[in-house]
C-alpha cells in the first residue's frame, strides 16, 4: 500500500502528553480496499519484535460489511450487492465504506504496558474530544463499545491483540451513505440508529478529521507522533 505520513501534534486543547514510550509512526492510506488492508495489519504484527516501531493506520474503506470471528450472520439483514466478510476481531457486524474515517492502531501493547480496556476507552474517549471541538456532546456507554450521541451511534470499535499487537480498531462515521446500515443488525442491536459528524454540524472533510484526531487519539495514548 502507499503511505504518506501525516502530522499529528498535539494541538490546542488536548490532554498533556507523556513522552514516555517510542514516537508513533502516522500513516494516511487514503482510500483501500478491504482484505488486502487487513491482511497487511496481520502480516505486520505478525513480523514485529520488540524494536519494531508502533504504527497509526488512518484511511477509509471500499464498502464493506465485517463480521466478528463469532458474529451471528443472522445479523447481516440484507447485504445486497456489498461484500460481507468474516474477520478476526471481536464482535458483531459493522459496515465501512466512503466517508467513514477507520483508524487502526497498531500497537505492541506489551511494552507499552497497555491494557485492551485501556486501548479501547482511549480510542473512544478521543473521538469524544474530536466532537467537543465542533459543539457535539457524545458518550460512551459501559456495555456497548463505541460513541454516541443522543442514543444514535457515531463511532464503533472492535480489536484484535495478537502476539502482543493489536490490530484492527475503530470506526468514526464523518459524512457517508449510511443506507447501508439499515441492512444489518449494527453491533448486533437491531433498531440501532447510526449518525457522522456531518449531520452532527460538525466536519465532512475526512483528511480534516484524520488530521484532527490523530494527535488526540496519541494524547489519549501519552504517545507522540514521529517526526
Known amino acids: 500500500m502507499n503511505a504518506q505520513s501525516v502530522s499529528a501534534q498535539p494541538q490546542a486543547g488536548a490532554p498533556a502528553v507523556a513522552r514516555t514510550h517510542s514516537p508513533v509512526r502516522v500513516k494516511w492510506l487514503g482510500r483501500v480496499p478491504y482484505e488486502p488492508t487487513w491482511r497487511a495489519m496481520q ?3 505478525d513480523a ?4 519494531t516501531d508502533d504504527e497509526l493506520w488512518l484511511l477509509e474503506h471500499e464498502p464493506v460489511f465485517t463480521l466478528g470471528m463469532n458474529g451471528d450472520r443472522a445479523h447481516v439483514l440484507a447485504a445486497g450487492d456489498i461484500p460481507v466478510v468474516q474477520i478476526d476481531r471481536g464482535g458483531q457486524v459493522t459496515y465501512h465504506g466512503p466517508g467513514q474515517l477507520v483508524v487502526y492502531p497498531l500497537i505492541d501493547v506489551r511494552r507499552a504496558a497497555l491494557g485492551v480496556r485501556e486501548l479501547v476507552t482511549a480510542l473512544e474517549r478521543s473521538v469524544i474530544d474530536l466532537a467537543a471541538r465542533h459543539g457535539i456532546s457524545a458518550q460512551c456507554r459501559e456495555k456497548a463499545p463505541g460513541v454516541y450521541v443522543d442514543g444514535r451511534k457515531l463511532a464503533s470499535v472492535g480489536l484484535r491483540i495478537r502476539r502482543g499487537g493489536s490490530y484492527h480498531g475503530l470506526a468514526l462515521n464523518v459524512d457517508m451513505d449510511l ?6 443488525n449494527p453491533c448486533g442491536f437491531a433498531g440501532l440508529e447510526m449518525t457522522q459528524l456531518a449531520a452532527l454540524g460538525g466536519p465532512s472533510d475526512l483528511a480534516q478529521v484524520a488530521r484532527e484526531y490523530a494527535p488526540l487519539l496519541l494524547a489519549r495514548l501519552h504517545r507522540v507522533a514521529a517526526d
Open 43 to 45: 502480516r505486520f504484527t
Open 179 to 184: 443506507e447501508p446500515f439499515s441492512r444489518i
Open 48 to 51: 514485529r519484535n520488540e524494536h
